[in-house]
């Protein structure tokens, strides 16, 4: 089961995020507080934890929201995930509207860690239906196949 294990935001584009432990989501905007909220395709950014770990593990000394993510969530290559594709985290249901970005040039990100992870491995998505998500809150992915019934 997938878990959502750290609620990340910032009040700028472009920096760290500090960890939460619930935010509240508004449809078709983001995450309440956050820099990146607004009416455009990117409300809201994950990144999975198995990536930061990676990171970790090579020596860098990162904490959740080291990469400007809003949600690390463990359990689901999220960068495998086709466009289009629906998630319920918590309340809430978002869209994947891109997966990955091109870098800031060399952002207080990269200043401070080093490196980006986020334009391979972070996916962005729209919030279709707002609510509230709390870190240790459930991940699920929507089942998207078309069904046909023959009669």
């Not at 962005?124 to 991940?139: A, N, P, Q």
């Amino acid at each position: 089961m997938s878990k959502v294990l750290a609620i990340c935001t910032s009040k700028h584009k472009g920096t760290l995020k500090n960890e939460i432990e619930e935010a509240t989501f508004i449809e078709e905007f983001g995450i309440e507080g956050d820099a990146h909220a607004g009416k455009w395709h990117r409300q809201v950014s994950l990144l999975a934890f198995e990536k930061i770990d990676e990171f970790r593990n090579k020596g860098g000394d990162v904490d959740f929201g080291a990469f400007g993510e809003n949600l690390v969530i463990d359990e689901i290559e999220l960068n495998k995930l086709p466009v289009g594709q629906r998630l319920t985290v918590g309340e809430v249901l978002l869209e994947v509207t891109q997966i990955g970005k091109e870098c800031h040039d060399k952002c207080a990100i990269y200043y401070q860690v080093g490196e980006c992870i986020m334009p391979k491995n972070g996916i962005f998505t729209r919030v279709l239906r707002g609510g509230k998500v709390r870190v240790g809150d459930e991940c699920n992915l929507i089942n998207m196949e078309k069904k046909v019934f023959s009669l």
